[in-house]
């Protein structure tokens, strides 16, 4: 039987419990605080500080006052290398965005199937982005990644990247997707979409230049994009805009 992917908001109760599962988890922090053990090596995951559990890996936990965490529950299938992480990581500001993003699409009760694997699919991204030292990357991958991350807003083909890389098209396409999840210009077309998002929330920039910033021609391309992306509209995430 394959495990189920699970992605939720979880509080913990203050009573010591241990177990293991037979799946990768992330516990990503939004308030409060959680004492864990995992396999003999203990720390609290708290606002900055988030939790891999290995699958099989026997860890107890109890929680603080007022906790709450997002969840994620991954088949070792979906990213094998997630154990050869610590089990204990510190979140840049960027990932801690991400969380209480992916905190406010649950409680809209808005993640069904197809748009949650597309939320982890993007968390693990950006595990990948950060912690690609510990998980063993190739190093043709990682030029090829510094190549999209630096042409976000430019018109740029496969063959530029594979030729970055070192590679062949067609074994870049295998490797990366093998590594990321994802093909290359999937990728591209995800972190132009989470630049776009971060110009969206934290600029004056009209919708216009944003999309222009992101790789795009025109606005309604742009738009469009956006919305099968994250469910919805450019305007959405203006709140001057909403109404």
Do not use: W
């Amino acid at each position: 039987m394959s495990t189920p992917i699970a992605l939720d908001l979880r509080r913990y109760s203050p009573e010591t419990q241990c177990h293991s599962h037979d799946y990768h988890q992330l516990v990503l922090p939004l308030s409060g605080r959680l004492e864990l053990d995992v396999a003999g090596q203990g720390a609290m995951v708290d606002r900055r500080t988030a939790a891999v559990i290995e699958a099989g890996r026997d860890h107890a936990f109890a929680g603080g006052e007022d906790n709450r965490f997002v969840v994620a529950d991954l088949p070792v299938a979906m990213e094998p290398a997630l154990g050869r992480l610590p089990a204990f990581i510190e979140l840049d500001p960027g990932l801690r965005s991400y969380v209480h993003f992916i905190a406010m699409e649950l409680r809209r009760g808005q993640v069904g199937d197809t748009s949650r694997e597309r939320i982890l699919h993007l968390l693990l991204q950006l595990f990948r982005e950060r912690f690609g030292a510990a998980l063993n990357l190739d190093k043709r991958l990682l030029a090829a990644r510094h190549f999209l991350d630096a042409h976000l807003g430019d018109p740029i083909t496969l063959d530029q990247v594979a030729t970055a890389a070192n590679l062949s098209r067609r074994h870049l396409s295998d490797l990366f997707k093998s590594a990321f999840g994802m093909t290359p210009m999937d990728y591209l077309r995800d972190k132009r979409m989470r630049l776009a998002l971060e110009l969206l929330e934290n600029s004056p920039l009209s919708i216009q230049q944003i999309a222009l910033d992101a790789g795009f021609q025109n606005q309604a391309a742009f738009s469009d994009r956006f919305r099968r992306h994250f469910g919805k509209s450019p305007k959405h995430f203006r709140p001057r805009e909403k109404n």
